[in-house]
């Protein structure tokens, strides 16, 4: 690794003290990756520390806890109040409000009695548990979200939207079925639990193969490594920009969400706009790859891939682009590249790519030394860390959408979930390797070593005021991945100019966002290079907005970027090595 490399410490002595001092540390990364396995990858230390901190100080807060007290009071007497009126029938005024994200009381339903009632009860008690989790003196801030976070699971376990005996739609449902949605959602349940067992898709995903359904745009495999295969596309213009475009996806899921269904794929869509495309596809890696870091992630990744592309396209700049971990190690790459004055790239664009974590959102909750010092133990065994132990963190950030109310609909209403392109792409995760996933932990997330200019390639540093190329920074409202405010802070880093682009939608659906898709909005604004700072905030509300995709703004400035239009190139460089090897998508895509 060429970043500076964390070493445990370790007493001096001598052999034989070395030797006692490696079976402990056997013993504990051993114990460690058994516990690790019940609990899906999160260290208990962490979850207790936080909560030890927030206790210890509340116990020593008379203030505060006569606050929560007089809360307390102030609720029972809403709710004393509202009962009356609740039992009325017909609808009434509610006395409390959920949150502008929560849809989980939005039905009609929800407004009869004793309906109205329940979920107000349990609105106004996860109101006093928010309360009585932040704002306590003395409490880390990393401590109060995690204990803040944790609550607020534990409250949305007991919500009386997941229980048959208190939603009213599930009562309506085994009126109108005679308990059949029971029987349904049994079997679902059985169904469900078997795929988990034996390590198999959801139900449908089958139907959305790489290949045979999605990935379908045409292309061949010009080369390949230990680590990635390289797609070039094939044409679909009589002519193409001179300049071509590289992709860089995330390594933690596989490459095709650019390249779902050919309705809203970016790749065919690019192609079809008269791009020259190339796609880097990451293999699936296994305890064998243990050992690769964010160096060889940086060399046998971007750098041979832009290799690969510089053999078909001799002598031309290259417009690179990198989707979330893609983009960050893009960026570093770019940075590296411009210290040793390697000209190259034409334009750089990042979708959703932190280079600041400072800030990282939500998913910090699972950050923090004790929890990568346990996840390190875990991935230590088996030599990566699996996919199932890594998409937990990110369902558990969204748990009411993609746990509670799926189970809902699933188990209790008896109903078959549909299946879609985004949604089976979304369970094909990749493993990673142990040296890289620590090393990405400690540095970027932990030091946030990228924007503190102490992140190493070599023996220098890397700073991303040395890239002087002109920069397209997406950013998606909704992201709980890459917050769009945290993705802003390129303007704070970056050396060139910086055209920066808010879309509605999510981490991958603010960025599968075709045109013609309905309800989608962006704002984009140009900073040259030298114009002043501003902030996230007043960016947000002084920028304007723009309806529909934001796919043909982005191509409108590649072509703004490009030199001109030319015949589209061969498949591949077979005189330079790179002879086509198969037709795309290849073969890392499939690997499970």
Not at 243 to 254: H, N, Y
Not at 431 to 454: I, T, W
Not at 558 to 578: K, W
Request: include cysteine; hydrophobic fraction near 40%; charged fraction near 20%.
């Amino acid at each position: 690794m060429a970043a500076r490399v964390h070493a445990r410490r370790r007493p001096a002595g001598g052999c034989e003290a070395d030797a006692l001092q490696d079976l402990f540390t056997l013993i504990n990364r051993t114990s460690h990756a058994t516990l690790g396995r019940f609990t899906g990858g999160v260290s208990p230390v962490s979850i207790v520390q936080a909560y030890a901190d927030w206790a210890s100080h509340l116990g020593i807060s008379p203030g505060k806890q006569a606050l929560l007290a007089t809360k307390l009071g102030e609720q029972a007497r809403r709710l004393w109040t509202y009962a009356p009126r609740a039992t009325g029938g017909g609808e009434c005024e509610r006395c409390i409000e959920p949150l502008p994200n929560d849809h989980r009381f939005d039905d009609e339903q929800w407004q009869r009695w004793p309906y109205n009632l329940i979920h107000q009860s349990f609105l106004l008690g996860q109101q006093w548990w928010h309360n009585a989790t932040v704002g306590v003196d003395g409490v880390s801030p990393h401590h109060e979200d995690v204990v803040n976070f944790v609550t607020r699971q534990l409250l949305d376990v007991c919500a009386p939207s997941n229980s048959p005996l208190t939603n009213p739609k599930v009562a309506e449902q085994t009126f109108r079925t005679g308990g059949a949605n029971f029987i349904d959602g049994g079997l679902n349940f059985l169904e469900d639990l078997r795929r988990g067992a034996l390590g198999e898709p959801p139900a449908g995903a089958e139907h959305f193969r790489p290949g045979e359904h999605v990935a379908l745009t045409p292309g061949k495999v010009i080369h390949r490594n230990r680590l990635i295969e390289v797609i070039q596309y094939s044409p679909a213009t009589d002519e193409v920009q001179a300049e071509p475009v590289l992709v860089i996806p995330a390594w933690i899921m596989k490459y095709y969400i650019l390249d779902l269904s050919p309705e809203n794929s970016l790749v065919r869509w690019l192609v079809e706009q008269g791009h020259t495309v190339f796609m880097l596809s990451w293999k699936n890696p296994g305890s064998e790859d243990r050992d690769l870091g964010m160096e060889d992630y940086r060399q046998l990744g971007v750098m041979e891939a832009l290799d690969a592309v510089n053999a078909v396209l001799p002598e031309r700049k290259v417009h690179a682009v990198g989707y979330c971990l893609g983009g960050t190690l893009l960026s570093i790459a770019a940075a590296a590249m411009a210290r040793a004055n390697d000209h190259r790239l034409a334009t750089l664009t990042l979708f959703a790519s932190e280079t600041d974590f400072e800030e990282p959102g939500e998913l910090e909750l699972f950050i923090d030394d004790s929890q990568v010092s346990f996840l390190e133990d875990l991935m230590w065994q088996q030599g990566y860390l699996d996919k199932w132990q890594m998409r937990g963190a990110f369902v558990f950030l969204r748990s009411n959408d993609l746990i509670w109310s799926v189970s809902v609909k699933s188990y209790l209403m008896g109903e078959k979930l549909p299946m879609m392109d985004l949604m089976a792409w979304s369970t094909d995760a990749t493993r990673l390797p142990y040296r890289m996933h620590s090393e990405y932990l400690r540095y970027l997330y932990l030091d946030n070593a990228l924007a503190e200019g102490q992140y190493y390639v070599g023996e220098h540093p890397v700073l991303l005021s040395d890239i002087s190329t002109p920069m397209f920074v997406v950013g998606t409202r909704t992201d709980h991945i890459a917050p769009w405010r945290s993705v802003y802070k390129i303007h704070l880093l970056a050396g060139g100019d910086v055209t920066f682009l808010l879309t509605s939608g999510g981490h991958n659906a603010g960025v599968i966002s075709e045109p013609g898709h309905r309800g989608r909005v962006y704002q984009v604004a140009d900073k040259p290079a030298g114009a002043p700072y501003v902030d996230a905030q007043n960016w947000y509300d002084e920028v304007p907005e723009r309806e529909g995709s934001w796919w043909p703004e982005w191509q409108a400035w590649l072509v703004e970027h490009s030199s001109g239009a030319s015949g589209p190139p061969g498949m591949g460089a077979p005189d330079a090595g790179y002879t086509p090897l198969e037709d795309a998508p290849g073969n890392y895509v499939l690997q499970s």
